[in-house]
T-cell receptor, first 111, second 114 residues
Framework: RKEVEQDPGPFNVPEGATVAFNCTYS??????FFWYRQDCRKEPKLLMS???SGNEDGRFTAQLNRASQYISLLIRDSKLSDSATYLC????????????FGSGTRLLVRP | DTAVSQTPKYLVTQMGNDKSIKCEQN?????MYWYKQDSKKFLKIMFS???????INETVPNRFSPKSPDKAHLNLHINSLELGDSAVYFC?????????????FGPGTRLTVL
């Protein structure tokens, strides 16, 4: 079983739509959780951290369910510029800060 | 004023050659990383250095040797290149001492082995 699993997509949605991505992780001792965004042929960039109580940043909402080992990202009012690959990322070892990346979920927002 | 820079951006070489990729960060971070992203887009940690000391060393062939001359630089030397080494290699940095979460990535080096 992969340490971090995501649906690869692509998710093809119209502008203005709401879209949700899910991610599961296998290591119950995982410490911290993130969503990164990667544009085509570019480097990954942090989108947001995911906190236990859930957190929101503008149109983006992240949720964590430790019991089910599940993380989600909700994007409201999708923009064309949201088209990218969204990487679910888990830190399984706080002392060395080793990040495990999912293979990403591709989002295409069409006009 | 690029935060994390890598050179070269593209590298095309023959099997069996030895090559190096350089990475520099000007963020004042204490920790640097090398990642490999293969054709299936999996981004996987290879090495990490904290204050020039190796702290993560994943199962990587010993043909790969990282070198950190100082906190701001982490280079990657690859001996006897193989076809399977073709990938995008990303350098990243973070401030581990501050327990901050963000890793900043360089633009990547696209390595093609022929």
């Amino acid at each position: 079983r992969k340490e971090v699993e995501q649906d690869p997509g692509p998710f093809n949605v119209p502008e203005g739509a709401t879209v949700a991505f899910n991610c599961t992780y296998s290591n119950s001792a995982s410490q911290s959780f993130f969503w990164y965004r990667q544009d085509c042929r570019k480097e990954p960039k942090l989108l947001m951290s995911v906190y236990s109580s859930g957190n929101e940043d503008g149109r983006f909402t992240a949720q964590l369910n430790r019991a089910s080992q599940y993380i989600s990202l909700l994007i409201r009012d999708s923009k064309l510029s949201d088209s990218a690959t969204y990487l679910c990322v888990v830190n399984i070892d706080d002392s060395s800060y080793k990040l495990i990346f999912g293979s990403g979920t591709r989002l295409l927002v069409r006009p | 004023d690029t935060a994390v820079s890598q050179t070269p951006k593209y590298l095309v070489t023959q099997m069996g050659n030895d090559k190096s990729i350089k990475c520099e960060q000007n963020l004042g971070h204490d920790t640097m990383y090398w990642y490999k992203q293969d054709s299936k887009k999996f981004l996987k940690i290879m090495f990490s250095y904290n204050n020039k000391e190796l702290i993560i060393n994943e199962t990587v062939p010993n043909r790969f040797s990282p070198k950190s001359p100082d906190k701001a630089h982490l280079n990657l030397h690859i001996n006897s290149l193989e076809l399977g080494d073709s990938a995008v290699y990303f350098c990243a940095s973070s401030q581990l001492a501050d327990r901050t979460d963000t890793q900043y990535f360089g633009p990547g080096t696209r390595l093609t082995v022929l």
